[in-house]
Nanobody, 115 residues
Framework: QVQLVESGGGLVQPGGSLRLACAASEFTLRSVDMTWVRQARGNRFDWVATIDSGGEQSTYADFVKGRFTIARDDVKNTLYLNMNNLRPEDTAVYYC????????RGQGTQVTVSS
């Protein structure tokens, strides 16, 4: 069974940076397009970024463009989300999942941006 474990969240001041990780077991990340989404205070899930299976193309939501970068380490079989210039509105629980299977997301990792 596909298992994804997100980590790396925490409390950071506005303007700060974090790197989230999504470790996969039971399947190879490079076999599928992978996505990060976020959920703020129980609201809907908002798409954040996607990387294709080939690792060549990444797409981003407008509200993170230029600040966040999605990346993948095929040796470690881990997906990352590098987040810079964080804003209070980035506060949310962040999840990863295969693009076409949102039900496979992990438990999420909390990111809180506050002074």
């Amino acid at each position: 069974q596909v298992q994804l474990v997100e980590s790396g969240g925490g409390l950071v001041q506005p303007g700060g940076s974090l790197r989230l990780a999504c470790a996969a077991s039971e399947f190879t990340l490079r076999s599928v397009d992978m996505t990060w989404v976020r959920q703020a205070r129980g609201n809907r899930f908002d798409w954040v970024a996607t990387i294709d299976s080939g690792g060549e193309q990444s797409t981003y939501a407008d509200f993170v463009k230029g600040r966040f970068t999605i990346a993948r380490d095929d040796v470690k079989n881990t997906l990352y989300l590098n987040m810079n210039n964080l804003r209070p509105e980035d506060t949310a629980v962040y999840y990863c999942h295969p693009k076409r299977d949102p039900s496979r997301r992990g438990q999420g990792t909390q990111v809180t941006v506050s002074s």
